[in-house]
C-alpha cells in the first residue's frame, strides 16, 4: 500500500540494511505498522528484531511486543520470551522470570515448568 511505502522509505533513513529487510519482511507478511513503528522506534538491534518480527508471525499478542520493546534484553533472552509467549504463558507469568538481569539459560530453566503447569492446565482427562 501506499503507507507501507511511505513508512519504508522513512525506515531507510533510520534503519541499516539488515534491519530494513526485517521491516519489509513483515510489512509483506500483514504485520500492522503501528506494532511495527514501536519495534523500529525501540531502536533494538537487528538479530532481537528478527527474534521479536519472528514471534509476531508466529502469532504473538500485541501486548507481549508492547513488554519487549522498551526492554533491554539480548537476542537470547529475546528469543526465551518469545518462545513463553508462545507457549501462551501470559505476561503477569512471562514478567516473573523475564528480566534483563536474568541470562536466557535461568530464564528457559524458570519458563519451563510455567509452561509444564500451563499444558497440565490444558490437558483433558
Avoid at 7 to 16: G, M, N, S
Amino acid at each position: 500500500t501506499v503507507e507501507e511505502q511511505r513508512y519504508l522509505e522513512e525506515c531507510k533513513k533510520k534503519l541499516d540494511k539488515e534491519q530494513l529487510e526485517i521491516v519489509t519482511s513483515a510489512l509483506e507478511y500483514g504485520i500492522p505498522i503501528k506494532l511495527l513503528r514501536k519495534l523500529v522506534l525501540s531502536g533494538q538491534e537487528a538479530p532481537t528484531m528478527r527474534e521479536i518480527v519472528s514471534g509476531m508471525m508466529a502469532g504473538m499478542k500485541d501486548e507481549a511486543v508492547e513488554f519487549l520493546c522498551p526492554e533491554s534484553f539480548q537476542v537470547y533472552q529475546v528469543r526465551e520470551i518469545v518462545q513463553a509467549f508462545l507457549a501462551d504463558l501470559t505476561l503477569e507469568q512471562v514478567k516473573t522470570f523475564a528480566s534483563p538481569d536474568i541470562s536466557a539459560s535461568q530464564m528457559q530453566y524458570r519458563n519451563l515448568g510455567k509452561k509444564t503447569r500451563n499444558l497440565n492446565h490444558w490437558q483433558v482427562s
